[in-house]
Structure formats: structure tokens, C-alpha cells
């Protein structure tokens, strides 16, 4: 962060993650975007406090907080490092998952996330496949199950204790099937070879499995539109969104902080005042207060439409594993409302990065400062789902009713026939 400014959000929030901690996170940020340098330690720290067990349900041991508690925490950590708070984002969606899996798999899962066990994400396939399809395999190899294949973008697994791997569903069947397999075990590699310009810290690189053993209770299947799938869908996008409001905290405060120490002006001023006392410069931090303060409003509306979204479903039965009725409408009020607000905050937040700069002149851009770090981490999350996708399957919402939808699995586009 630099200078030891406090955090703008801190203040504000039910604390999970110790104020103390976040300052430390912020302390060095800077210093592990010039160099490069993972986070590893800082990780280690929250995995301590038991930062990945908030959303363990309560009769399992676990706090039982709410997504918009959650998401709280997950703001005010990306406020600190957005690097950091992003690279959880696969272990909070298995999290999820679990309310919809067998009681014996919940049992040994949710314990293990109690204990600190943290796990990665490795869904998403480079390319090769067909759209909603996977190279990934489970297969039978001397009597035991096995899992091969390559995942790219697995953010958070260099990090974590296990990773969860999609991997094809049997032949004739949909829906997906995850194992969910140690990272330090046999056959599996992690690679740190991420090269995006922005969230360059997050371990978004390749893992390969070569016929890793995938044990007991560590193979859990998804039902194709089952409510599981719905939530985890929308789950995983309002994460996105707070990490972003988190930058966007960021990018207000070290500007404010900037301007309250700077004592030189520009000749062309209007007043020859002082940068922070220029009503002009007053002006643009005005907006990019308001523009955070909207950001963080509509995520966290978001979030409570998905307390009681899943809260609908569970009423209804649906996170039995047996269950197989028609999800019940508002469970897809989560997709719609996280769709909202995907269509507006990621502008948002790439304008107060921008702003930033409008503030401070040209020595906003001197690298030791790393500020263009807000607006690089912004805009590569914001390239996670096309904005105009999720513009047009609300368009069709609106106007005809249309409950948005998924792809069953990421994949490259059928060639035009």
C-alpha cells in the first residue's frame, strides 16, 4: 500500500480477517507486484485465522456466515491485495458446492476446511475441446480410479492443500464430474507460468495430472442444471465483482493518500493551490468516491439476493442429492441479479482506475509507485465473462422471460458449418 495509509473499508465491516493482518497484506502489495513475488506467507496467515472456513455451515462447527458477509470480507481483502483475495476464489466455490453433496462427503470435506485445508481451482481447459466439452479423464487403471489431463487458469491451486478438477462425464451422460486431489500428490504438477499483464500473483497458471489417484469420497458429480450448478455459477461471478470493488477501494485510497502529502502544482492551475485544496482535483476524488460507493452498494445487494436465492432452494429440497423436481424460480435470482450488476460495476471500477491517474499527473505513472497495478488488475478480471454476453442474456430476460443459462463447460466454438 505504502506509507501505512488505514484501510478505507475496515472500519465498516464485521471482522473475520483481523484488521492487523490486512494492514500487513497491504504493507507489502506493492512490493510483491514489481518483484513478482507470491504470496505464500500472506496466504499462510489467513489460512491460520481460518479465512476459507467462514461459509462452513454451522451445524458442521463452522461460523455460518452469509454470502454478503462474505462478500464483505472478500472486499476489504482485495482493498488490500487483490491478488490475494482473488486466488481464494476456487476454494470458496467448492465450499459452496458441498451443501449439495452426500452427507458422508460433506463430513470429511468441511472438516478438513476447518482444520485450514484450502482448496484450488482447475476447470478450465486452454484449448482443444469442443464447446462444453472436456480433454480431462477419470479412468480405471489397475482397479483403481484415475485422473489425466491439463488445466489452465487454475487460479489459487499453487497455494492450496488440494485442487478440484473437472473432468468429462461418462459416455451418454451430462453434467460434470469433479475430483478433488492433493496438489502435493504423485503425478501432479503446478506450474506459476501466468502471464496476463494484471492479477499476476494469483498462481493462474497450468497443472497437469499424469494418473493421479483420486481416493474415496474425493469424486463428486454435478447434475446438469441442478441447483448447485445454478448457484456456484453466480457464486463465482459475484466474487469476481468484489474483488473489483475491493480495487476500486484501493485505487480511492491511494490517491487520497497521494494527494493529502503532494505540495507541488501545475502551472496551468486555475488557482495555484495546492493539489488537495484544488476544486477541480476535489472533483474527480468526488466521483470516484461515488462511483465505489455505487459498486460496493449494488455487489452487496447482489449478495443478499443470493442469501435468499439459495435459501429458497434449500427450503425446497434441492440440495438433496436425490432431488430431481423443477428448481424453483427464484433460484435463479441470484444469476439474474450477479448478470446486473456485471453489466455495470467492471466499468465502474476500470473508470475510478483510470481517474487515479487524473489526480496525480505524471508522477502517477512512475513504476516504484505501482499504481497502474489498479487498473491492470481490474481490467483482467473484467475480461473473465464478456460484459455484452451477460448485456444480451439480460435483454432477453426482460423481454421475453428468458432464465439465464450457463454453458455446462468452457470450450472453444464449433467452427461455423
Given at each position: 500500500?505504502?506509507?501505512?495509509?488505514?484501510?478505507?473499508?475496515?472500519?465498516?465491516?464485521?471482522?473475520?480477517?483481523?484488521?492487523?493482518?490486512?494492514?500487513?497484506?497491504?504493507?507489502?502489495?506493492?512490493?510483491?507486484?514489481?518483484?513478482?513475488?507470491?504470496?505464500?506467507?500472506?496466504?499462510?496467515?489467513?489460512?491460520?485465522?481460518?479465512?476459507?472456513?467462514?461459509?462452513?455451515?454451522?451445524?458442521?462447527?463452522?461460523?455460518?456466515?452469509?454470502?454478503?458477509?462474505?462478500?464483505?470480507?472478500?472486499?476489504?481483502?482485495?482493498?488490500?491485495?487483490?491478488?490475494?483475495?482473488?486466488?481464494y476464489r476456487?476454494?470458496?466455490?467448492?465450499?459452496?458446492?458441498?451443501?449439495?453433496?452426500?452427507?458422508?462427503?460433506?463430513?470429511?470435506?468441511?472438516?478438513?476446511?476447518?482444520?485450514?485445508?484450502?482448496?484450488?481451482?482447475?476447470?478450465?481447459?486452454?484449448?482443444?475441446?469442443?464447446?462444453?466439452?472436456?480433454?480431462?479423464?477419470?479412468?480405471?487403471?489397475?482397479?483403481?480410479l484415475t485422473?489425466?489431463?491439463?488445466?489452465?487458469?487454475?487460479?489459487?491451486?499453487?497455494?492450496?492443500?488440494?485442487?478440484?478438477?473437472?473432468?468429462?462425464?461418462?459416455?451418454?451422460?451430462?453434467?460434470?464430474?469433479?475430483?478433488?486431489?492433493?496438489?502435493?500428490?504423485?503425478?501432479?504438477?503446478?506450474?506459476?507460468?501466468?502471464?496476463?499483464?494484471?492479477?499476476?500473483?494469483?498462481?493462474?497458471?497450468?497443472?497437469?495430472?499424469?494418473?493421479?489417484?483420486?481416493?474415496?469420497?474425493?469424486?463428486?458429480?454435478?447434475?446438469?442444471?441442478?441447483?448447485?450448478?445454478?448457484?456456484?455459477?453466480?457464486?463465482?461471478?459475484?466474487?469476481?465483482?468484489?474483488?473489483?470493488?475491493?480495487?476500486?477501494?484501493?485505487?480511492?485510497?491511494?490517491?487520497?493518500?497521494?494527494?493529502?502529502?503532494?505540495?507541488?502544482?501545475?502551472?496551468?492551475?486555475?488557482?495555484?493551490?495546492?493539489?488537495?485544496?484544488?476544486?477541480?482535483?476535489?472533483?474527480?476524488?468526488?466521483?470516484?468516491?461515488?462511483?465505489?460507493?455505487?459498486?460496493?452498494?449494488?455487489?452487496?445487494?447482489?449478495?443478499?439476493?443470493?442469501?435468499?436465492?439459495?435459501?429458497?432452494?434449500?427450503?425446497?429440497?434441492?440440495?438433496?442429492?436425490?432431488?430431481?423436481?423443477?428448481?424453483?424460480?427464484?433460484?435463479?435470482?441470484?444469476?439474474?441479479?450477479?448478470?446486473?450488476?456485471?453489466?455495470?460495476?467492471?466499468?465502474?471500477?476500470?473508470?475510478?482506475?483510470?481517474?487515479?491517474?487524473?489526480?496525480?499527473?505524471?508522477?502517477?505513472?512512475?513504476?516504484?509507485?505501482?499504481?497502474?497495478?489498479?487498473?491492470?488488475?481490474?481490467?483482467?478480471?473484467?475480461?473473465?465473462?464478456?460484459?455484452?454476453?451477460r448485456a444480451?442474456?439480460?435483454?432477453?430476460?426482460?423481454?421475453?422471460?428468458?432464465?439465464?443459462?450457463?454453458?455446462?463447460?468452457?470450450?472453444?466454438?464449433?467452427?461455423?458449418?
Amino acid at each position: 500500500m505504502g506509507g501505512g495509509e488505514p484501510m478505507s473499508i475496515g472500519a465498516d465491516r464485521k471482522t473475520v480477517i483481523p484488521s492487523e493482518l490486512l494492514e500487513e497484506i497491504a504493507e507489502g502489495a506493492v512490493e510483491r507486484d514489481l518483484h513478482r513475488i507470491l504470496p505464500f506467507d500472506e496466504v499462510a496467515l489467513l489460512d491460520e485465522q481460518r479465512f476459507g472456513a467462514m461459509r462452513v455451515p454451522a451445524h458442521f462447527g463452522g461460523p455460518g456466515v452469509s454470502v454478503e458477509h462474505l462478500i464483505t470480507e472478500v472486499i476489504a481483502l482485495a482493498e488490500a491485495d487483490s491478488n490475494i483475495a482473488h486466488l481464494y476464489r476456487g476454494h470458496f466455490g467448492f465450499v459452496e458446492s458441498l451443501r449439495f453433496q452426500p452427507r458422508e462427503v460433506q463430513d470429511l470435506w468441511y472438516s478438513r476446511v476447518l482444520r485450514g485445508r484450502t482448496v484450488g481451482n482447475a476447470s478450465t481447459e486452454k484449448g482443444g475441446n469442443a464447446l462444453g466439452t472436456l480433454n480431462t479423464r477419470l479412468t480405471v487403471v489397475n482397479g483403481q480410479l484415475t485422473l489425466t489431463g491439463e488445466k489452465f487458469y487454475s487460479t489459487g491451486t499453487i497455494f492450496a492443500d488440494f485442487t478440484r478438477v473437472s473432468a468429462a462425464p461418462q459416455e451418454g451422460e451430462q453434467g460434470r464430474r469433479f475430483a478433488v486431489v492433493a496438489c502435493d500428490a504423485e503425478g501432479v504438477t503446478v506450474e506459476d507460468d501466468w502471464d496476463g499483464f494484471g492479477q499476476k500473483l494469483t498462481g493462474t497458471g497450468t497443472t497437469t495430472f499424469d494418473e493421479v489417484l483420486v481416493p474415496e469420497l474425493s469424486l463428486l458429480n454435478r447434475a446438469y442444471g441442478s441447483h448447485e450448478a445454478v448457484h456456484e455459477a453466480a457464486f463465482f461471478q459475484l466474487y469476481l465483482l468484489a474483488v473489483q470493488v475491493g480495487i476500486a477501494h484501493a485505487a480511492l485510497r491511494d490517491a487520497t493518500a497521494t494527494l493529502r502529502r503532494r505540495t507541488r502544482t501545475f502551472n496551468t492551475s486555475a488557482t495555484g493551490a495546492a493539489f488537495k485544496q484544488d476544486p477541480l482535483i476535489q472533483q474527480i476524488i468526488g466521483r470516484m468516491s461515488s462511483k465505489t460507493f455505487v459498486a460496493q452498494a449494488a455487489v452487496l445487494d447482489v449478495a443478499r439476493v443470493h442469501d435468499r436465492a439459495l435459501q429458497s432452494g434449500l427450503d425446497a429440497g434441492t440440495h438433496h442429492p436425490e432431488f430431481r423436481g423443477e428448481l424453483p424460480e427464484s433460484v435463479y435470482a441470484a444469476e439474474v441479479a450477479v448478470e446486473k450488476a456485471q453489466i455495470t460495476v467492471p466499468d465502474l471500477v476500470l473508470e475510478i482506475t483510470h481517474e487515479l491517474f487524473q489526480t496525480l499527473g505524471a508522477s502517477a505513472t512512475l513504476r516504484p509507485k505501482a499504481l497502474d497495478r489498479h487498473w491492470r488488475n481490474a481490467q483482467t478480471i473484467a475480461t473473465h465473462n464478456p460484459i455484452v454476453f451477460r448485456a444480451r442474456a439480460i435483454g432477453d430476460y426482460e423481454i421475453n422471460g428468458t432464465l439465464p443459462e450457463g454453458l455446462n463447460a468452457i470450450g472453444e466454438s464449433q467452427p461455423a458449418s
